[in-house]
C-alpha cells in the first residue's frame, strides 16, 4: 500500500533549484495593469544578460559601512540621554524615539568633526546588536562574579567572563568599551 504522496514515491520527480533553468523565462506577459513573467518550457538559446545601468539595485551600489569605536561610543551617550529624558520620560514612540538619536548623533562633534552620518534606523539596528552582546557579557560576568573566590582581583574576573563568553557564544566579546560605560546602567 503505496501512497503517491511518499518523499521517495517515483510519481514526483525531484525538483532542485541548482538544475533550475533560469534563463527559460519569456518576455513579461502584461495582464492589465499587472506583469507577469510567462514561462517557457523550452531552454532559452540566449544567455542571460547582466543588468543594465538603470536596472541596477541600490543594494548592489550598497556598501557595508563598519561602526567604529567612537561611533558607537557617540551612538551609546545618545541612547543614554535620550532614555533617560526626565522631560519625556517613557512616553515617547519608538519612531521619534529613534529620531532623537539619530539628530543627537548627527549634531554631535564626532560628525561635525567629520565622521559618517548615520540614519535613525541606522542607528537602532547598531543598537540592537551592542545591546545584545552586551547583555549577553553581562551576564558571562555575573557568573563569574558570583563564584568569586578568595584571591582573584578584578582583571582575573574579566578575563574569566572572556573566556565564559567565547565558550558560550563560539566567538570573542569585542565591545569591552561599551561594557565599560553601561555596566553601571539600569538599563
Not at 541600490?58 to 551612538?75: F, G, K, M, Y
Not at 543598537?127 to 584571591?151: D, L, M, P
Request: proline share 5%; aromatic share 12%.
Amino acid at each position: 500500500m503505496e501512497s503517491n504522496n511518499t518523499p521517495n514515491s517515483q510519481s514526483q520527480p525531484y525538483f532542485s533549484l541548482l538544475n533550475f533553468p533560469y534563463d527559460s523565462f519569456a518576455p513579461n506577459v502584461n495582464i492589465g495593469s499587472y506583469q507577469i513573467p510567462a514561462f517557457s518550457s523550452q531552454p532559452s538559446s540566449q544567455p542571460s544578460q547582466p543588468p543594465s545601468q538603470s536596472e541596477e539595485t541600490a543594494e548592489q551600489h550598497r556598501e557595508r559601512r563598519i561602526w567604529s569605536t567612537q561611533d558607537d561610543l557617540v551612538l551609546i551617550s545618545g541612547w543614554l540621554n535620550t532614555s533617560k529624558d526626565v522631560v519625556v520620560g517613557n512616553g515617547q514612540q519608538a519612531g521619534s524615539f529613534w529620531i532623537r538619536i539619530g539628530d543627537y548623533y548627527e549634531t554631535s562633534s564626532h560628525v561635525r568633526g567629520g565622521a559618517e552620518l548615520r540614519r535613525p534606523d541606522h542607528c537602532r539596528q547598531r543598537w540592537q546588536k551592542i545591546s545584545k552582546e552586551v547583555s549577553r557579557f553581562c551576564g558571562a560576568f555575573a557568573e563569574v562574579e558570583g563564584e568569586k573566590a578568595s584571591g582573584i582581583n578584578d582583571v582575573d574576573v574579566l578575563q574569566n567572563a572572556h573566556q565564559i563568553y567565547t565558550k558560550l557564544y563560539k566567538k570573542k566579546f569585542g565591545l569591552e568599551y561599551a561594557w565599560n560605560v553601561l555596566r553601571y546602567e539600569q538599563k
